[in-house]
């Protein structure tokens, strides 16, 4: 897992972005250091000195000044330059006919990711192959949110009523650490995204694994009384587990949740212990979450998380 | 205290001795510029001392990773109602009122020229302010930032009534401006003193004309929205209702049309200032007057044309980013002028660094960092990356922190003993700048790296990723010795009212019309007005053998 930043890219997308930061940086380095140094430079050489002389009262030259305006502007237009360029290579059109690889849909407070080819579900950690342009379309399901990985490329707001398209790519196999930047409400802070990028044979095998349905054969005792419980209880109003009950997309579906890493986008890693207190009280692990209290018994909880863990 | 010297009549005694013969009701009542001017400062200040401990607030719950002395709830109140409240009743309200006081002096004029419209706009901002403050008492601030976002501002999202506090408070709010725009033009138009041409305006005059010409052209625009917001939230309409056929990016259009100006609307008239105080500390006129009041007109037109910087990461396009990119990119060129010519002032002077030159050269600095990472910004690929992350945060702090109080700051130790009659402590004032400098910087320089290193904005915790906690923690500490500053120049207010030494008519050799009369000056300002034949009245008088005017000036 890598602690991301744009200056350590890790996709053809982010690349061009790091660069056009490093220029612009450098120039913003080097203006700031000559202004600080002229400042400093002026407040130690001329200071009052008791007994001095008025000082000269100029008023202006006009050269100098036009000087000072010009050679700002020289250096935009090269700025300006550079930014055009790494735009095109940050952002690729998107010719027309060209459809879109995978959905992803901002929720309050989860990212819901549907493959449109491989029809696979997925919730807040997103495999990609390696080294392959993903053609993503972003939508909300209710307020703005935004999407952003910093070592896969730039930022895209879903917007509502505003789908937008952005490419995802990353070069080399491993976690991407991402989050949602654009205020969203009460648990903006916790709607984390992780993007797993692996090869194109694991992907391969990581989706054949999420389409098959999860075996009920080898289930304890525990488990399939969770099992019931989760048909029993109202669980499925907005969680969905494939070939068990119909797809809702207003709560994350649960197919494979058992082999997901974190939790409620990110509070979380997924651990038994942890599945079973935000079971328990989900209002205590992310307060304002959607999930409410179902004042689950221990032993509703004990089977809820036994069935739950299941879902490799 | 007998040794007071008073040189033109009873009421020319310092603010403090006045203050205990006069009655409330001679502050309520009054049409005073300079009274309403000094109720301005005041209201600003204590609304900024309410920010103030919000920003603490803030900074306490963020200290540690995954802290829970805030809830959610809480942190997303107090973070809107923070950021409220700096923009609309602290960083307006002290440059209105600064111009309020200072604009009739620095022009010769009696008195503004609507009066009682002037106190009308006062008592707007105090009420609207209050109203929105209620909001707290009332079920709950608005929670959905400073910008309020539709649809996370409609009531699907915002139930509670906080959201209609923020759209009315600040439409009150927003009229009070409106009519104060409307008096200060008129009075700088109208009021002015024979020989006081339009190009001998002092520059903090100049500025705040063209920033009233941006508050009476933007802040149509912010109430127009609110009411939309308001007509959806009460009756049901569908303006940025998206669920119903309505646009979020609509209400993002019309917010920046008015949001960008508004940052040069509290960054102008700061401009200002520091056109007036760094020529005076340097002993030399400021270079290239022309320059600078023609880079401030440059500045409010190209204002009008970057609103949508603000939405670079919403989806417009390649062509919309790069039209919008040109616009942002050019306004750094009159911004970097203004820069050039204030060193420029300062080269071959004879600079005392008193507390005001202290704030101006930081303001120089600070300013310089917050409008160059403004220029990465405008290089939108960078702003895909950073935009609304700690970053941003830093950005927007250097500018109007580092930029706009710095200015303020340095203005306040200037003006300070013509408002009251008595000069700042010079001692408590080093103190005050050197604090704030370091905590300032402890503060918000290190954000720029939290923003890179991936933590977004308006958040209530983080998890626990290497170097964030350490980060948070060196903000955490710097906004505290931010906090020891305003403490030190509050009690350095105190005792100056109290034990203040005397400042006489000119306590600084200034040149403008505002240190011609006494100290605080009388009711009608002027006993007699010095002759002006250039921009520099009182250094002609001072020196009849190299008098500006022979300069053509």
Known sequence: MQ?????????????????????????????????????????FRYRYRPGAREPHQEFGRRGLEIAWTVAPLILLVYIFTITVHAMHRADPEVSQNRLPDMLIVGHQWWWEARYLDSHVLAANEIHIPTGKLFLVRLESADVIHDWWVPQLGRKMDAVPGHPNLFWLEADAPGTYLGTCAEYCGAEHAWMRIRVIAEPQVAFEGWTAQQLAIPSTAAMSADAKDGEKLFQKLTCSNCHSVSGFTQDTGVGPNLTHIAGRETLAAGVRTNTPENLAKWLANPQAVKPESHMPNFQLTNEQVRYLTAYLETLQ | ?????????????????????????????????????????????????????????????????????????????????????????????????????????MIGAKDVALPRMNALSLWLLVFGGLFLYFSFLAGGAPSAGWFSYAPLSEKAYSSSQGLDYYALGLFILGIGSIVAAINL??????????????????????????????????????????????????????????????????????????????????????????????????????????????????IAVLSFLVWAHHMFAVGMGHPIDTIFAIGSMLIAVPTGVKIFNWIATMWGGAIRFTTAMLFAVGFLVMFTIGGLSGVSFAAFPIDWQVTDTYYLVAHLHYVLFGGTIFAVSSGIYYWFPKITGRLLSEKFGKAHFWIMLVGFNLTFFDQHFLGIIGMPRRVFTYPNLPGWGTMNMISTIGAFIMGIAVMLFLWNILITLLQGEIAGDNPWNAWTLEWATTSPPPEENFELLPPIRSRRPLWDLAHPENPDWKHGR
């Open chain 2, 1 to 105: 205290m007998s040794d007071v010297p008073v040189t033109v009549g009873a009421q020319t005694l310092p603010l403090t001795k006045r203050e205990h013969t006069s009655s409330m009701l001679r502050w309520v009542a009054t049409v005073d510029h300079k009274k309403i001017g000094i109720m301005y400062l005041v209201t600003s200040l204590i609304f900024f001392a309410a920010g103030g401990i919000e920003a603490l607030l803030m900074r306490i719950q963020l200290a540690v990773p995954g802290n829970s002395f805030l809830s959610p709830n809480a942190y997303n109140q107090i973070f809107t109602m923070h950021g409220t409240t700096m923009i609309f009743l602290v960083a307006m309200p002290v440059l209105t009122g600064m111009a309020n006081y200072l604009v009739p002096l």
């Open chain 2, 185 to 298: 033009i008129a009075t700088i138009i109208l009021f002015r003193a024979p020989g006081m041409s339009i190009r001998r305006l002092p520059l903090f005059v100049w500025m705040v004309l063209i920033t009233q010409f941006l508050i009476l052209l933007a802040l149509p625009a912010l109430n127009a929205s609110l009411s939309m917001l308001l007509i959806d939230r009460l009756l049901n309409a569908h303006f940025f209702v998206t669920a119903s056929g309505g646009s979020a990016l609509l209400w993002q259009h019309f917010f920046w049309a008015f949001g960008h100006p508004e940052v040069y609307i509290v960054v102008l008239p700061a401009f200002g200032m520091i056109s007036e105080v760094i020529p005076v500390f340097s002993g030399k006129v400021i270079y290239g007057y022309e320059f600078v009041a023609a880079s401030t007109v440059a």
């Open chain 1, 3 to 43: 602690n991301g930043s744009p200056f350590t890219p890790a996709s053809t997308l982010a690349q061009p972005i790091a660069h056009l930061f490093v220029v612009v940086g450098m120039v913003m380095i080097a203006i700031l250091l000559l202004v600080t140094a002229l400042v400093l430079y002026a407040s």
